[in-house]
């Protein structure tokens, strides 16, 4: 069985400052990862997904992803936070055969202060 | 600018009533997911069909809840009787199946409340 794990429930970071929300993720196999966010009384939005290749992934408004195999990790960083980042993260995964649904993390509440 | 569109948007009802809500998928999409989202338990996975089949409902608690899609513009989630702890926001959500896509796109969510 596939899992996420977002261990941080809410990041804070200051206008400006690099931030990070991490992901670690179990799967059978190689793993697709991606990253969804939510913003307030709306739905998930895709923001980027590690299929193969680099394994560093570029998403929409400047977030990126470090896919890390030996560290079964899937970390969203972002160099310059916004304001208007300040929303709700969720990870998720799935094995790369067959096709199975994807298995989401709890989120992780980002706060960006100005 | 294709969307996901659920019906309706917010549903207060009483315990016992049957509440329904709807879900067109994005035109050309062949899977369709049901999801819940509590601050409990997060975004649980309730139902999920590819090509108008339901390949997995047991997310869903079967003696209350039950999920269709009569037709491929068309996913309905009916409870009966709805209870308290139904409370939730539904999300929707639609892809197109291939293997190395996995893309979900989600609906804006209806907001359930029973009272």
């Known amino acids: 069985a596939q899992s996420v794990a977002q261990p941080e429930d809410q990041v804070n970071v200051a206008e400006g400052n690099p931030l990070t929300v991490k992901c670690t993720y179990s799967?059978?196999?190689?793993?697709?990862l991606f990253w969804y966010v939510q913003y307030p009384n709306r739905g998930l939005q895709f923001l980027l997904k590690?299929?193969?290749?680099?394994?560093l992934v570029k998403g929409s408004y400047g977030f990126e992803a470090e896919f890390n195999k030996s560290q079964t990790s899937f970390h969203l960083k972002k160099p310059s936070a916004l304001v208007s980042d300040s929303a709700l993260y969720f990870c998720?995964?799935?094995?790369?055969?067959?096709?199975?649904?994807?298995?989401f993390g709890k989120g992780t509440m980002l706060l960006v202060s100005p | 600018d294709a969307r996901v569109t659920q019906t309706p948007r917010h549903k207060v009802t009483e315990m016992g009533q049957e509440v329904t809500m709807r879900c067109q998928p994005i035109?050309?999409?062949?899977?369709v997911f049901w999801y819940r989202q509590t601050m409990m338990q997060g975004l649980e996975l309730l139902a999920y069909?590819?090509?108008?089949?339901?390949?997995?409902d047991s997310g869903m608690p079967k003696d209350r809840f039950s999920a269709e899609m009569p037709d491929a513009t068309l996913a309905t989630l009916k409870i009966q009787p709805s209870e308290p702890r139904d409370s939730a926001v539904y999300f929707c959500?639609?892809?197109?199946?291939?293997?190395?896509?996995?893309?979900?796109?989600f609906g804006p969510g209806t907001r359930l409340t029973v009272l």
């Open positions: 959500a639609s892809g197109l199946v291939t293997i190395r896509v996995g893309e979900q796109f």
């Open positions: 799967v059978s196999g190689n793993p697709y």
């Open positions: 590690y299929i193969t290749g680099d394994n």
């Open positions: 998720a995964v799935r094995p790369d055969r067959g096709y199975s649904t994807l298995t």
């Open positions: 035109l050309g999409h062949n899977t």
């Open positions: 069909f590819r090509n108008r089949a339901p390949l997995d």
